[in-house]
């Protein structure tokens, strides 16, 4: 597992969104397309459970034979010795919940296309980052800053084009509850472990999972005290007739994809770069993903194509990851030949 902590960057981000495109599309399959024994599709509560538990299971069988889990904190316990959090990576992973609860919700709205929800979820966090940077005195490159504004020209064209939001109040929750999340993710990430160090990358997403995975549960579990209607008999079939249906089998696959997205992430974010650099980074390559998987529903199952205006902040995005890539290493020369210039 070492090469994990120690690959390329860009081929981290390579591999992020080559794991995100089957995720978006099976999981939007899944919420679109009727399945036969109930005769409709099937809803986000009943697909979540299911997932997030077996993906949390992957983690924490990840973190054990791994040995990440021997960077984190430990605590004596009986005869054992075990990983635990620190207030800050607590909080982190009180905040990481969020984010799993409501990355696969965002993918189920009906009439809310995959480009669009992506825009909004990524968008608002890209306006987040350079605060965050701002925040904790980190320096800002030149070039995160235009990523930035490229960004968020692609991500108001496709509100403009779209009208406005016009979303259920269930996805206008889901976007808030991700936003708090992944900001208060990337504070705490700024503070403690945005160092280059590869354990201090262990450490954290250890001590963050593990409080993480089992809330993320919890949270969903809660969800019908909040008085939406049918989400309580949704969730009943998501946490336990669901194992038993013919579409456990694609949902299985969706939680393994869901681990492997989400050691990826961490491993983008914890770049001890800026996050106005890593964030558009981890951003761009998700909604270019998410471009692609509504390519694949449009033609394999008939959904809508993404329109030309979400090409385009698709275009707006690829723009982003490309002068990320390049423009620190002509900093890096200029730098070098100014250096070198005879005085």
């Not at 354990?199 to 019908?224: G, M, N, Q, T």
């Not at 005290?225 to 194992?243: D, E, H, I, R």
């Amino acid at each position: 597992m070492k090469w994990l902590s120690r690959a390329p960057l860009l081929g981290i981000v390579l591999l992020y969104m080559l794991a995100y495109i089957p995720y978006m599309v099976i999981t939007k399959q899944l919420a679109s397309t009727p399945a036969a024994s109930l005769g409709r599709p099937l809803s986000a509560l009943e697909i979540l459970p299911a997932s997030l538990m077996v993906s949390g299971l992957m983690t924490f069988i990840f973190i054990g034979l791994s040995g990440w889990w021997r960077a984190a904190h430990q605590r004596q316990i009986g005869g054992f010795t075990l990983p635990v959090p620190t207030r800050w990576t607590f909080l982190s992973g009180i905040c990481t919940a969020l984010v799993l609860f409501t990355v696969p919700m965002s993918l189920t709205f009906q009439g809310v296309s995959i480009p669009f929800i992506q825009l909004l979820m990524r968008g608002d966090v890209l306006l987040l980052a350079p605060l965050v940077d701002l925040a904790f005195r980190r320096k800002v490159g030149w070039y995160s800053w235009v990523a930035l504004v490229l960004v968020a020209i692609g991500l108001f064209l496709t509100i403009r084009q779209r009208g406005g939001l016009h979303l259920p109040p269930l996805a206008i929750a889901t976007i808030v509850l991700y936003t708090i999340g992944y900001f208060g993710r990337l504070a705490v990430m700024t503070r403690v472990s945005k160092s280059g160090d590869p354990d201090d990358v262990k450490r954290y997403f250890v001590e963050e999972k593990i409080v993480a995975v089992p809330l993320s549960v919890i949270l969903l579990a809660l969800v019908p005290m909040l008085g939406l209607g049918t989400q309580g008999s949704q969730l009943a079939f998501g946490f336990f007739a669901v194992w038993s249906t013919p579409q456990i089998p694609p949902i299985l696959v969706l939680a393994v994809l869901l681990f492997v997205v989400s050691v990826f992430s961490a491993i983008i974010l914890l770049d001890p770069r800026e996050n106005t650099y890593c964030v558009p980074m981890e951003r761009s390559a998700s909604i270019v993903a998410g471009i692609a998987a509504s390519i694949i529903l449009a033609l394999g199952w008939g959904l809508p194509m993404p329109t030309a205006t979400e090409f385009a902040g698709a275009v707006l995005m690829i723009a982003a990851v490309v002068l990320l890539s390049v423009a620190p290493a002509w900093d890096r020369r200029r730098l070098a030949l100014a250096v070198e210039e005879p005085s």
